[in-house]
């Protein structure tokens, strides 16, 4: 059986036990004092101390066979016993006051720390990267998959974490993953956790101008609409149907009340919740035809301004529906609510709406993003072109 590293009076200790396929696993075995209880039918004092496990997912392979078995259970032996020294300075800090340093502490911790003081609206990607992170380590850095010192990370693992974010992620979903996890590295070198930036000269290279998510053309968006079934959520299908024809995202059009509405002069007018006191262009003004009305349903009482038109359910629930909708209807691609804000702008192109109308129904504060949505619009026209039946002529 493997020794374990103690001294004396350490609080936690490292302790183990063996499971049922020979591994030993490894924990924490902490004490947190006494309490002294008087037995009412005695009298006599009895003391019950306090004690709490914690378990490491650590494991030390037994039986050793090999020379790189003594080696693996040697390291794992130190990794957990920095871990516990580490715990062990965090108690003290708890119980006496005693600050441990940030340099030598886990930069897990640290991360995570970030996140519960952020108050950013894009906190959620953050925390994706962070998740993201702890996924890399167990699968490249097993050892490091829970405790880490900001000094253990260096610029080779920062090039294959981009590599495992290109992996799991398309597009400029590993470009803002990495994006925000360099964010938490600059604030931690700046306020000296690390002594230099591991990211620094590290990109996550992506074409932010290709467009990746599929889209509904046209006659797709009139087989969906003409697609009904029992049991179909109503203001689901009403309000999808309302971001095919005016390009808002999801958390917009869950949010929007009959206040955002002008019946009089048919226009809608909301803030981007994405973008709402980060960008001038947050405002977004959009023109109500009478179809676009139908779908609103203008009641024949007033309603409250702050009542929401379309009542929706979660997130999770609207996917489902959505794509059993679209399974319903025929229709064979990998469509999110997101798809109806990229269908919009794709086919309004090509209906000849020039770009900068686009980027303004859109809420784009530029062009940049934009643009990916003409090069959309060019390859489908040169897949149209491609339907064509080959011509083979002689002359």
Not at 22 to 39: A, C, E, F, P, T
Not at 165 to 181: I, M, N, Q, V, Y
Not at 236 to 246: D, E, P
Not at 286 to 296: A, K, V
Request: net charge positive.
């Amino acid at each position: 059986m493997a020794k374990l590293i103690q001294k004396y009076k350490q609080n936690p200790k490292l302790a183990q036990n063996i499971l049922a396929d020979g591994r030993i696993s490894l924990y924490l075995d902490y004490y947190l004092g006494y309490s002294k209880q008087v037995d009412t039918c005695t009298g006599q004092t009895k003391i019950k101390h306090s004690r709490k496990k914690e378990t490491l997912n650590l494991y030390l392979i037994q039986p050793i066979r090999t020379a790189d078995d003594r080696e693996t259970n040697r390291e794992t032996l130190a990794l957990a016993e920095a871990i516990r020294r580490e715990k062990e300075q965090e108690l003290k800090k708890d119980i006496y006051g005693y600050r441990l340093k940030a340099k030598s502490g886990n930069f897990l911790d640290y991360f995570q720390s970030y996140i519960d003081n952020y108050t950013k609206k894009d906190v959620r990607v953050i925390k994706q990267a962070l998740n993201r992170f702890k996924d890399f380590l167990a699968a490249n850095y097993p050892l490091f998959q829970t405790f880490i010192k900001p000094s253990q990370l260096n610029k080779e693992m920062m090039l294959n974490f981009v590599e495992y974010l290109k992996s799991r992620s398309t597009g400029e979903g590993a470009c803002g993953c990495f994006k925000r996890f360099k964010k938490v590295i600059k604030y931690a070198v700046e306020h000296d956790v690390l002594t230099t930036n591991p990211c620094a000269g590290i990109v996550c290279k992506v074409d932010a101008q290709t467009l990746r998510k599929d889209i509904l053309s046209i006659g797709e968006i009139q087989q969906l609409i003409a697609t009904t079934y029992n049991g179909q959520n109503n203001n689901i299908r009403r309000a999808f149907i309302f971001c095919l024809y005016t390009g808002i995202r999801f958390c917009d059009v869950k949010d929007l009340t009959y206040g955002n509405v002008d019946f009089q002069n048919k226009i809608l007018k909301f803030e981007q919740d994405k973008t709402k006191g980060h960008s001038a262009a947050s405002g977004v003004v959009i023109p109500l035809n009478d179809g676009l009305l139908s779908l609103i349903k203008k009641p024949v009482t007033d309603h409250p301004k702050e009542e929401r038109i379309f009542i929706l359910p979660s997130a999770t629930m609207c996917l489902r529906a959505l794509r059993h909708w679209t399974k319903r209807a025929g229709i064979d691609k990998h469509i999110t609510w997101h798809c109806a804000r990229h269908s919009f702008a794709v086919n309004i192109l090509n209906n000849g709406a020039n770009i900068k109308t686009v980027a303004s129904l859109l809420g784009h504060s530029g062009l940049k993003h934009t643009e990916k949505y003409t090069r959309a619009v060019d390859s489908l026209k040169e897949a149209a072109i491609n339907s064509l039946p080959l011509l083979n002529l002689k002359f």
